[in-house]
Structure formats: C-alpha cells, structure tokens
C-alpha cells in the first residue's frame, strides 16, 4: 500500500483535472450512503467525527475519516486533519492511504468551481471570499479556473489573516482586503463563504443581480452563513439533495422559520450536469450553491490521485 502525502496530493491534483474527474463522477453516479457523523465531547469543546464511505459499482472502493476541531484555530493548528484509503474494487485490497486534508479541501474547492460553472454568470470577475483557513485560498484558485476572475476580496474575523492571505494573491489578482462586507458583498459577482459560523454573515439583500452565493462552510444544522432572504432571492442549487436536508444549516434554519421549504430547491448537482434541470437561466439571476461535501466527491479526487501517481510517479 501506498501512503500519499499531501505534498504529493497537492501536486496531482491539477484544478481542470480534478474539477472534470468531479463532474464525470456525478453524472455517472456511485454508491455514497449517508456520512456518519460523530460529535465527541472534549472540556475544551465539541469536536466531530465524520466517517464517508464509496464505492463504485465497478471500479474502487474508498473512506475517508476527518477529524474537526473547532478549537484548534486558538493554538494555530487546522481545524480539519484526516485521512483517505482507497481500495481495489476488484478484491478489495488497500491501494493508498492518502493525506485526507489536502484531499478534502482540494475536492471541496472543485466542487464549488464546478457548480460556478454551471450557475455564475460567464463574465463573472469579482469574487470576494469569508473565511481565511485553509479552504479560502484554494477557494481562490478554483472558481479562477473557471470563471475570469480578476478581483478578489478577502473577509475574516482576524484582518492580519485575511491581509496574509491577500498578500499571496496579489500578484495574480486585484487582491484586498475586504472593509466593509456589505459593500464588498453587493458589488461582487462571485461570493463564497468558508467558515464555521453559527450566525449570517451575507444577508439577501445585499445580493446584487447576476451575483452567484458559494455556501461551503457550515456542514452542520447549527451553522449558518446566509440569511433566509438570500434562499428566498435565488434559485438554489444543492451538492446532493440527502446531505442538504440533513445537514445544510442555512437551509435547514430557514426551513425552521417557515420561509424556506426543501421543494424550492432547484436541483441538486448531477441533475445539472445531466441536462435533466436548468442551471442560471438568465444573466440577471442570482443563484445559491449549498454544499455540505459528498462522499462521491472524495473518490473522485482519490481516482485521480492515485491515478496520477501511478501515471507520474510522483
């Protein structure tokens, strides 16, 4: 068995590829029961368990464990640490164990580029991002292989953070650091949240029209990044429609609320990459893509990982 780091992981994954690797696995389809979902009590908090499983029906069989602690972000250490193990479809042999947190975030930004694919405006080129952890840079670089971005805004809780990361960029884009979010929200054509926050930060009616809203953060039903005006003002479009209704906290809090219902969901993910229902329609809707991760979705990036490593090498 290989054991694939994620240095390594980082190389491999090339964003056309691995966005195109996604989509192919959505329309063709695999097997992704329900992600087991673990809270574990610690004195210095709530950390989480989250154990999902894949397979295809011909072809491999992976799981990945994650870890999340919320708490780590007061020591400096990530929030998200894992693993991913994949296996031979055929007889069921261990291939690699893979870096689960390179995959994780890797996938994870492909999956947001890939729905901004299909629902942000062609011409979108303003792309602001909440959040400075690990995901927002990879945020960045994804939704840039896929749309002309040209500016980008950075927002967090801590300004050096977000002023470290605009640093990086500032090279390859108009890169700053968000002043005001209100502003920065309603003139932007891209806008996508990675936090973990149990409060709204974007509110719907800062939305501007053609604005597409990326919801990548809040994975459990207690957090939340939008408010119930931001559903109601956009066609919203989901990862896959069973993780949406179990743990979409933006969804499932307006659903509590009586100003959202699960029918007003568009489509979820592979129906708009079959063809089967329409993405953006018109150049002045405002879409929303809540994504709380697929298990689909980290098989398709360990294919290709491992794919890739027997093809280079590397």
């Not at 690699?96 to 390179?102: L, T």
């Not at 650091?177 to 409060?199: F, K, M, P, Q, Y």
């Not at 993405?279 to 929303?288: K, N």
Request: net charge negative; charged share 20%; hydrophobic share 45%.
């Amino acid at each position: 068995m290989q054991v694939i780091s994620s240095e390594q992981v980082a190389q491999l994954l090339a964003w056309p590829a691995l966005i195109e690797r996604i989509a192919s696995a959505f329309v063709a389809g695999v097997e992704a029961p329900p992600r087991h979902h673990h809270a574990m009590h610690r004195k210095d908090g709530e950390a989480t368990m989250l154990l999902m499983p894949a397979w295809q029906t011909d072809g491999y069989v992976g799981v990945k464990m994650v870890n999340v602690y919320p708490q780590n972000a007061a020591a400096g250490i990530p929030a998200i640490a894992g693993v991913y193990l994949l296996s031979d479809g055929d007889n069921g042999q261990p291939l690699a164990c893979i870096d689960g947190s390179e995959l994780t975030r890797r996938r994870t930004a492909a999956a947001s580029a890939l729905a901004a694919r299909e629902l942000a405006h062609p011409d979108a080129e303003t792309l602001v991002v909440l959040g400075t952890g690990k995901l927002a840079p990879m945020l960045i670089e994804a939704h840039a292989a896929v749309r002309p971005i040209r500016k980008v805004q950075v927002w967090g809780r801590h300004p050096d953070k977000a002023a470290a990361l605009v640093e990086q960029y500032q090279d390859r884009f108009d890169a700053s650091v968000v002043t005001t979010l209100e502003d920065s929200v309603r003139n932007a054509h891209v806008i996508s949240c990675a936090t973990l926050s149990t409060e709204p930060l974007v509110k719907g009616d800062w939305l501007s029209p053609g604005a597409h809203l990326d919801l990548v953060g809040a994975f459990r039903p207690s957090m939340r990044e939008s408010d119930s005006v931001a559903l109601n003002r956009s066609k919203v479009f989901v990862d896959t429609y069973a993780g949406a209704r179990g743990e979409a906290g933006d969804l499932l809090q307006a659903a509590d609320e009586s100003t959202f219902t699960f029918a007003d969901v568009r489509a979820e993910l592979a129906e708009v990459l079959r063809g089967d229902k329409p993405g953006r329609e018109h150049s002045d809707d405002i879409t929303l893509f809540k994504s709380v991760g697929a298990s689909l979705e980290d098989l398709a990036a360990a294919i290709e990982v491992w794919q890739q490593h027997m093809a280079t090498g590397a």
